[in-house]
């Protein structure tokens, strides 16, 4: 009898050791899946933040465009001018760091 039962025991740690090699295999397929997920994500990101610049860059100049057209003095036109030069300058400076 004590045989069988260490036959038992032994089945049943055999079955327990492989459900415990399928829950790990699941789980590292599940964590496979959302770290690509994440990178789809993380991608995702980028693409807006930069879109998100393009069209902050694209208001800039329609404002500046806007500002010129309209019925301002060519000396507030110039006083513009040079803040965006201004700005483009620190922009640079700081490119070059």
Not at 46 to 66: F, G, P, V
């Amino acid at each position: 009898m004590e045989y069988k039962d260490q036959n038992n025991v032994v089945d049943e740690l055999k079955q327990k050791i492989g459900n415990l090699i399928d829950l790990y295999e699941n789980s590292k397929q599940q964590i496979n899946q959302l770290q690509d997920e994440n990178d789809k994500l993380k991608n995702q990101i980028n693409q807006k933040d930069t879109e998100l610049a393009n069209l902050k860059e694209k208001y800039s100049r329609l404002e500046l465009a806007k500002s010129l057209a309209s019925s301002e003095t060519t000396h507030d036109a110039k006083i513009k001018i040079n803040r965006i030069v201004r700005e483009i300058d620190n922009c640079i400076s700081l490119l070059n760091k």
